[in-house]
């Protein structure tokens, strides 16, 4: 089947395609490439950066006026204040600079306030996922829908965890070990956007993660919602790009996982 495509998702797919092709090249000649210490284990690459730049040009150029949220550059206002992209130009650049082909442009709409279009693009393995609001997620050309499982027992459950000067070990370490008391295994593959669009595809049948930014998530939310999952905070609101925090999964386990959750102190 043909994936639904709109004026507004082709603009973001064709932005993807054409920042992906370099980190392409990039990612097969990863010594070459300029690294920057930004902080303990956050490296920045100029890889990052000129992705961010040819997105925003792109984005710029076939939708003028629309501002911006970018991992790299912040807020740029627009003319148009009802319409933003956010746009994680890799989000898993701790594999890419690994070398490991896990990785992905991430670009998110938002349209008053509320996110209606979403971009994953992984372009070392061609894998694509788009979604808009009303419209349905797809994988290429296949159709996303969630994992149907009912209970934990069977479910396989990813999470991101904190590293090397973040906060938050202990308490990773106690929701980890609730988890995988009660699930048929915990997956850490380190690229936020790509574990949302594999609970978007029945892969993993919930995800969850704290101190997350906008960036990581704004564009996987809505393939998950788009392919029949709940998303929520970890309050169980709908604040996940303000609280940094997300949960992600089918309507059955959505809930069990937040009970376990919240029952963990923090
Ligand atoms: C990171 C990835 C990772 C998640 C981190 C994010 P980055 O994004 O999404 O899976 O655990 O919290 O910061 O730094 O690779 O863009
Ligand atoms: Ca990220
Ligand atoms: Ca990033």
């Not at 969850?208 to 919602?225: C, K, N, P």
Request: aromatic share 8%; proline share 4%.
């Amino acid at each position: 089947m043909a994936p639904y495509s709109s004026p507004a998702l082709n603009v973001m797919v064709a932005a993807a395609r054409k920042a992906g092709r370099p980190l392409i090249r990039d990612f097969n000649e990863l010594e070459n490439l300029q690294i920057s210490m930004k902080g303990p284990a956050d490296f920045v690459t100029s890889a990052d950066k000129r992705t961010e730049k040819i997105l925003i040009e792109e984005l710029s150029r076939a939708r003028p006026g629309y501002g911006f949220l970018g991992e790299e550059g912040g807020v740029l206002k627009g003319a148009d204040a009802s319409h933003r992209f956010i746009i994680d130009p890799i989000d898993g650049t701790t594999n890419f600079m690994h070398g490991i082909p896990h990785f992905a442009i991430s670009i998110g709409l938002e349209r008053e306030g509320q996110l209606v279009a979403g971009v994953v693009f992984n372009p070392v393995t061609d894998d694509l996922y788009t979604a808009e609001k009303g419209h349905g997620a797809y994988h290429n050309n296949k159709r996303l829908r969630v994992a149907a499982r009912k209970e934990l027992a069977p479910a396989v459950i990813a999470t991101g965890l904190p590293f090397l000067g973040k906060d938050g070990h202990a308490r990773a370490a106690a929701e980890m070990a609730e988890v995988m008391n009660v699930t048929a295994g915990i997956r850490r593959f380190g690229a936020a956007s790509l574990d949302l669009a594999y609970v978007a595809a029945g892969r993993f049948d919930g995800f969850w993660e704290r101190s997350l930014q906008a960036w990581d998530i704004a564009a996987g939310i809505v393939l998950v919602r788009e392919a029949g999952g709940m998303v929520s905070d970890l309050n169980g609101g709908a604040d996940m790009l303000g609280s940094g925090t997300v949960l992600a999964s089918n309507e059955y386990l959505q809930p069990q996982i937040l009970k376990l959750l919240k029952g963990i102190k923090g």
